[in-house]
């Protein structure tokens, strides 16, 4: 059966995506980032392949290497305060990077409780930090561990068996969790109960790809990255799943993972390559 995405026209053209920063040149080289996040000031966090976690400065000039776990870094979020928290996948941990930059440490797991942490979102407001537990590619498993913002004690959250939980994402009114559900080709509601446990987990939609990475908009207009093919989905109540941008040449926009929204452009890390991707004008 043809895919889905087959024969749809893309909500915007080509010329909308474009390198935000180009990283096969540089010293050091942005080495296929998995993540991105976006601190206060406006700069690009991303990592890679060898455990780096770099900095890009906000219009995409220069890059700098800040920290390292000396493993693999998935996704990484920050606090309010500026603290950066990073999944990494050979030390199967979470770690922490001060808001001053002088310190990382191993903030969560590394003790074979979590398998694959994949991304974290921080919940202030419940002083939580979800990370979703990928556990393997070829067998559901649970789930999404819930760790204390404060000490980083935590314990398994979301029990139920998923299908390569990857990336997540907040309401803004923290009422669920946004789960994408890469093997399973979904993505799913978990609601976050007045307790703070986990209700039934919904289905939000089925996605004909891979989808990676989630980021929410001011509207909360749902932004998918798909892994493969080379696309980025968007989902909403009203809308219905819209296909927003395709590279069918897996160039620029290769491989995307994790996605973050800045104003009016979805900025994306792409596994496959050295570079970040904008996407101009995709919340609209």
Known sequence: MKPAWQGQEALLPAENGVMFF?????????NHPECIAFDQEGHVWCGG????????????????QIATTSGFVLGIAFDSAGQLYICDLKHA??????????????????????????????????????????Y????????????DLQTGEGELWYR???RFANGMALAA????????????????????????????????????????????????????????PSMIYRHSQEGGLELLYYDPEAHTLCHPTNCAVRGQDVYTANLGRWHITKIINAVT
């Open 173 to 228: 009114d923290g009422s669920c969790l946004y789960v994408a559900e890469t093997f399973g080709r979904q993505i799913s509601r978990i609601p976050i109960l007045a307790d703070g446990r986990p209700g039934e987990k919904e289905l939000v939609v089925r996605v004909d790809a891979l989808p990676d990475g989630l980021a929410l908009d001011g509207d909360g207009r749902l932004y998918i990255s798909c892994y493969e």
């Open 49 to 64: 392949e060898r455990g780096e976690i770099f900095r890009i400065d906000a219009n995409g000039q220069s890059i700098r």
């Open 93 to 134: 941990a979470v770690f922490k990077l001060s808001a001053d930059r002088q310190e990382l440490v191993r903030f969560a797991g590394g003790d074979g409780s979590i398998r694959i942490p994949n991304f974290p979102v921080v919940d202030e407001k419940r002083g939580r930090l979800y990370v979703s537990d990928s």
């Open 22 to 30: 180009d990283g096969i040149f540089t010293e050091p080289q942005l």
């Open 136 to 147: 393997d590619s070829n067998e559901a498993g649970p789930g999404i561990w819930s760790f």
């Open 160 to 162: 139920e068996p998923m």
